[in-house]
């Protein structure tokens, strides 16, 4: 009889992670666990089940943009796959937003809402890019103190109910780029009533179905870079669903991954927009968008990376090759438990961060806003990195099936491919790291979280990731230090030394979550883990001979 392979399965996205019960127990102790568990083992059985396979049976399906309606129109309607239209109802439903600002865990809203996340987002086909606009909405007009706007939007926004749940936008990106956003050339002119209308041309608006965006744009008049761009907010559709006048959807974009987020090219010609704090200062007002949008990136990291190793470790147990099964050959088993490791280093950078989220939120902490300021920057570009390389891997652990399109198995690395580059790139975020360490006391917090945590973790057998991580650390910190004043070694250096941090950090939290295992009955997995992290290099900092860049750059 002839053979045919069994294809990869998926078992509950909850049970099956070999972190998150963990670390949720630590986080919230056995009773408070208990009661948020079963929908956490809800969502892990429709992740790994039911929405999986319409995954899969939906591959091809794409949004399409139609311009026009038969009689001569201008509609600009985009239609959204099946697997989005449910995405759209489980996100409200379970509050995948929601859920961060709910009273009765207080701090730890955050966590228990970036655990749902984390089980659900692999099997929503990057929903999670409204879902992330959407919080970094929310906190930004929080924040903003406008009261008008909070009362018109945030009931929307945070709705359980997805009749009324809106989902919103963040249109930053112009033609000048992505990265430089004081570059922006969208006017905004106000009429004679106090209206503001925008114009421009927004050139990478992810998600672009959202019923409301914020959006820069500068005030007739007002300076050239980014103190003199204004934020705004947007309307962007009525109560029938249709677009406001004077937005208009040129295309969509083709891009390599994220293909079922239907991202557009978009005109604004004179559509109105409201103000939503100072007429200029605009990127600083939208950074709580950045810093809420990056939480979500580094936890969609690690969600990939854990969706990546399901599969491959399934695949291992299924595949015979030279007479075994692939799990069973030492070198393929060595090559899956590296990979184990980098995951379990980067889910506890990306929930560290989401767990300060919750402190400085709830809080007054000087100091954790400190450590937030840096965490989540750090947490974003490390984290983004080891998801590619973790994809990379985990399709090529499947042989050629990795590679073809209809099993699925490409999509984990296109669509990890994304997040090094949206919300920031990993040079950018670098810089964006310096910048918040060059704010006083940041330092001192990074490295007295990092020394926190190693101080927990006494056991014998993680005496060599400790030392791993605290000889990195303060590498990274002496070398940094050094550098400050030499602009432009610091700079050539900025990527290096936020790696190094993400990793030691990556390896403190190790450390201390192993020594809570092994104290708590957890198993070997999480020290395992340290050890073998500890071994794939963490301390990156270098001093790199300029004029050797030079060279090879001719
Ligand atoms: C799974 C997740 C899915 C997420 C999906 C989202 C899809 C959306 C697609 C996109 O929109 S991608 C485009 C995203 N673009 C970016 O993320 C921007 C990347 N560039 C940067 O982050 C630059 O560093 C930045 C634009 C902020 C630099 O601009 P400037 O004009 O040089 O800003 P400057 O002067 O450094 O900072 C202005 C103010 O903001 C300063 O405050 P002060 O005025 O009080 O001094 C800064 O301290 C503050 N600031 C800057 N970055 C900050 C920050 N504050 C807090 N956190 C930050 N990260």
Redesign the pocket.
């Known amino acids: 009889m002839a053979f045919f392979q069994d294809p990869p399965r998926l078992g509950n996205q909850y049970d099956e992670d070999p972190m998150l019960s963990a670390f949720l127990a630590r986080s919230f102790g056995a009773a408070d666990l208990a009661a948020i568990e079963p929908e956490l083992r809800e969502l892990g059985a429709l992740s790994g089940g039911p929405l999986h396979r319409l995954q899969l049976a939906d591959l091809t399906n794409e949004p399409v943009l139609t311009q026009w309606d038969p009689w001569g129109n201008r509609i600009d309607h985009i239609e959204l796959t099946p697997l989005w239209k449910e995405a759209a109802k489980l996100a409200a439903t379970h509050g995948l937003v929601a859920a961060g600002y709910d009273a009765p865990l207080g701090a730890r809203a955050r966590v228990q809402q970036f655990a749902k996340v984390h089980v659900l987002n692999p099997s929503l086909d ?1 929903y ?2 409204p879902l ?2 959407t919080d970094g909405a929310a906190r930004t007009l929080l924040d903003s103190g406008n009261q008008a706007l909070v009362e018109r939007a945030l009931p929307r926004l945070l709705a359980r109910d997805p009749a009324t749940a809106w989902t919103s936008g ?1 249109w ?2 112009e033609r000048t780029g ?5 570059l922006s050339e969208t006017v905004a002119r106000k009429d004679a009533d106090g209206t503001w209308r925008l114009y421009g041309t927004k050139w ?1 608006t ?2 672009t179905t959202a019923e409301m965006a914020l959006t820069l744009g500068r005030p007739e008049g007002n300076a050239d ?2 103190r003199g761009l204004a934020l705004f907010y947007v309307q962007v559709r009525g109560a029938d669903g249709r677009l406001t006048p004077g937005i208009a959807v040129n295309r969509l974009k083709d891009k390599l991954g994220t293909r079922k987020v239907p991202t557009a090219e978009l005109t604004l010609d004179g559509v109105p927009a409201i103000l939503v704090g100072a007429d200029s ?1 605009g ?2 007002a939208i ?1 709580p968008m ?2 809420i ?1 990056r939480t ?2 580094a936890v ?1 990291s690690v969600s990939g990376m854990r969706r990546a190793l399901a599969l491959a470790r399934d695949y291992a147990g299924r595949r015979m090759a030279f007479g075994a099964l692939l799990r069973d050959k030492p070198l393929h088993a060595d090559t899956l438990a590296g990979l184990e490791a980098e995951y379990a280093g980067a889910f506890l950078l990306a929930f560290r961060a989401v767990t300060v989220l919750g402190l400085v939120e709830r809080g007054n902490d000087e100091a954790d806003d400190r450590l937030l ?1 840096a965490l ?2 750090i947490a974003k570009l490390t984290t983004a990195k080891q998801a590619v390389a973790v994809a990379s891997e985990a399709i090529e652990s499947c042989g050629g099936a990795g590679y073809v399109e209809d099993t699925g198995l490409p999509r984990l690395l296109a669509d990890a491919q994304v ?1 090094p580059i ?3 790139t990993t040079n ?1 975020l670098s ?2 790291t310096l ?2 360490l060059g704010k006083g006391g940041a330092i001192e917090a990074v490295v007295a979280d990092a020394r926190a945590h190693l101080a927990q973790a006494k056991d014998p057998g993680l005496a060599a990731p400790v030392a791993a991580a605290r000889d990195a650390l303060d590498h990274a910190v002496a070398w940094a230090g050094g550098a400050m004043g030499s602009p432009e070694r610091l700079e050539s250096g900025a990527r290096r030394v936020a790696l190094t941090l993400g990793r030691s950090l990556e390896l403190a939290y190790l450390s201390a979550h192993a020594q809570w295992c092994l104290e708590h009955g957890r198993g070997g997995y999480a020290a395992a883990a340290a050890r073998r992290f500890a071994k794939h290099g963490v301390d990156l900092v270098d001093d790199i001979d300029r004029d050797d860049t030079r060279a090879l750059l001719g």
């Open positions: 990057v999670s890019c992330a606009m963040q930053m990106t992505g990265s430089d956003v004081g990478f992810s998600a870079g980014s200062d990127v600083r950074t950045l810093s949008t979500w990136n969609c300021r989540t920057p997040l949206w919300e920031g950018v810089l964006d910048r918040a």
